[in-house]
């Protein structure tokens, strides 16, 4: 019954911030599957516009991967955030849990200090075939081009699924 109160609150209180940057795509299918899972009131918005993250609950923040840390403009937008609770997500093309994506998610981790982050998720995104062909071509590729094979056809149905498990579960530790 506590439980049902607790959900039944979130439902009608949270706000939620859902900011994110996509280049090709991905991440904004991420960003639309972060709105549709949470509960309560949702804003969501480029983090080019730089929304007000000031009274909202919940602010998740989503990137792409470009050298190995989080795009440019979102790295810009985490490290201006402070006293927050933060929900991460990217996509990339490196394989998801591989160093490579380890280190990125560490690094938008630490952009975001002075905040609390309350979740974390990341899966493979397909990369754009004329820049991984650049890529792959050079004397030393990046080091996740190798992966970029198996990024094909993501964020698939399964990465979405898994990207709403997992907000479900930072958000049941959210208290409004
Ligand atoms: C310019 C550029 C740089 C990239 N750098 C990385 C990188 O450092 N690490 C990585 O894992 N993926 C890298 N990628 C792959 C993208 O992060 C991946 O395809 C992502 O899903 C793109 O997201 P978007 O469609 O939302 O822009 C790069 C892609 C581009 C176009």
Same mark, same amino acid.
């Given at each position: 019954?506590?439980?049902?109160?607790?959900?039944?609150?979130?439902? !009608?209180?949270?706000?939620? &911030?859902?900011?994110?940057?996509?280049?090709?795509?991905?991440?904004?299918? &991420?960003?639309?599957?972060?709105?549709?899972?949470?509960?309560?009131?949702?804003?969501?918005?480029?983090?080019?516009?730089?929304?007000?993250?000031?009274? +909202?609950?919940?602010?998740?923040?989503? +990137?792409? #991967?470009?050298?190995?840390?989080?795009?440019?403009?979102?790295?810009?937008?985490?490290?201006?955030?402070?006293?927050?609770? #933060? +929900? &991460?997500?990217?996509?990339?093309?490196?394989?998801?849990?591989?160093?490579? @994506?380890?280190?990125?998610?560490?690094?938008?981790?630490?952009?975001?200090?002075?905040?609390?982050?309350?979740?974390? +998720?990341?899966?493979?995104?397909?990369?754009?075939? *004329?820049? &991984?062909? *650049?890529?792959?071509?050079?004397?030393?590729?990046?080091?996740?081009?190798?992966?970029?094979?198996?990024?094909?056809?993501?964020?698939?149905?399964?990465?979405?699924?898994? #990207?709403?498990?997992?907000?479900? @579960?930072? !958000?049941?530790?959210?208290? !409004?």
């Amino acid at each position: 019954m506590t439980t049902l109160n607790h959900n039944y609150k979130k439902d !009608v209180i949270m706000r939620s &911030l859902i900011v994110y940057s996509s280049k090709g795509g991905n991440t904004e299918k &991420l960003a639309e599957t972060v709105r549709d899972a949470l509960p309560g009131k949702t804003h969501l918005a480029l983090v080019q516009d730089d929304p007000d993250p000031s009274g +909202f609950a919940l602010i998740c923040v989503g +990137f792409w #991967l470009q050298k190995g840390a989080p795009d440019a403009a979102a790295a810009a937008y985490l490290e201006k955030l402070q006293g927050h609770k #933060l +929900f &991460l997500f990217a996509s990339h093309g490196a394989a998801v849990h591989s160093t490579h @994506a380890e280190q990125a998610m560490q690094a938008a981790r630490d952009l975001a200090k002075g905040n609390e982050v309350v979740g974390v +998720f990341s899966c493979q995104g397909e990369v754009d075939p *004329e820049f &991984l062909a *650049e890529v792959s071509t050079r004397p030393t590729p990046p080091p996740w081009a190798a992966d970029a094979v198996t990024a094909v056809g993501h964020p698939d149905a399964a990465d979405l699924q898994s #990207l709403s498990e997992q907000l479900a @579960a930072a !958000v049941a530790k959210i208290s !409004v």
